[in-house]
């Protein structure tokens, strides 16, 4: 793993941040915490170098590292303020979840993959990122520490799991992309009332899928 913040990386960052400006990212915390965060320590050695492409690239199972103007189109979406609990489904490379840290949320990160969740829990901490780790099924949410003032799912759900909205506090947002393999559109639940919410819908995105634990 190439552990070196060049400056040459630190460029290429700042390209890549004026890159999803363009592209209709304005949140000016979400744009700080891109330009901070070295997504090259995040990738498999194969695509280090196109590490501030925009673009989503392979990393082990099977899955992916989300393309940075998604990572960063969710986490505007997701209006994280200083100190507020999120739940992340699909902890992948840990890149995201690093993000949100950024913005000051305490997360709770779930990976159903054993080995992307073993292989983060001993690099975030090393690179000094102390999210809570739990290795499981995402569709079930995190009963034990809910409620949750946001959640966030990085994998392509087929529909809205009712444990997700029941897990959210009142005021609290969901973002969640909505679809099946061939496209999702990134969708937003905010909870209103306890059986009240307000859905709204984002564009069209392409995740990997949310994999359930009957289907594994
Ligand atoms: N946020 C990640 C994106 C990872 S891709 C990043 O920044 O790198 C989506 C991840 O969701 C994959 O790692 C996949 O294994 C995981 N996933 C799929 N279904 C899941 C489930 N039911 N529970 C938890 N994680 C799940």
């Given at each position: 793993m190439n552990m070196i913040d060049s400056y040459r990386h630190k460029g290429l960052r700042k390209q890549l941040v004026e890159e999803i400006k363009r592209k209709g990212i304005r949140d000016e915390n979400v744009l700080a915490a891109i330009e901070k965060i070295p997504r090259h320590y995040f990738m498999n050695s194969s695509f280090i170098e196109f590490a501030y492409e925009d673009q989503a690239f392979p990393i082990d199972a099977g899955q992916t590292i989300s393309q940075p103007y998604t990572v960063a189109f969710q986490t505007e979406l997701l209006q994280v303020r200083k100190g507020d609990k999120v739940l992340e489904i699909g902890t992948g490379s840990g890149y995201q979840t690093t993000i949100l840290m950024e913005l000051g949320a305490k997360v709770y990160t779930i990976e159903r993959q054993k080995v992307l969740y073993d292989k983060v829990k001993s690099f975030l901490p090393s690179i000094g990122y102390k999210p809570k780790f739990f290795y499981g099924d995402?569709?079930?949410?995190?009963h034990a520490f809910a409620p949750f003032d946001r959640i966030l799912v990085t994998a392509g759900a087929p529909y809205i799991p009712e444990a997700l909205t029941s897990q959210l506090k009142i005021g609290g947002i969901l973002v969640i992309p909505v679809g099946d393999s061939m496209g999702q559109e990134m969708t937003t639940v905010y909870k209103k009332t306890e059986t009240e919410f307000e859905i709204k819908q984002w564009g069209g995105f392409r995740f990997v899928p949310l994999v359930g634990d009957s289907e594994r």
């Open positions: 995402g569709y079930l949410g995190l």
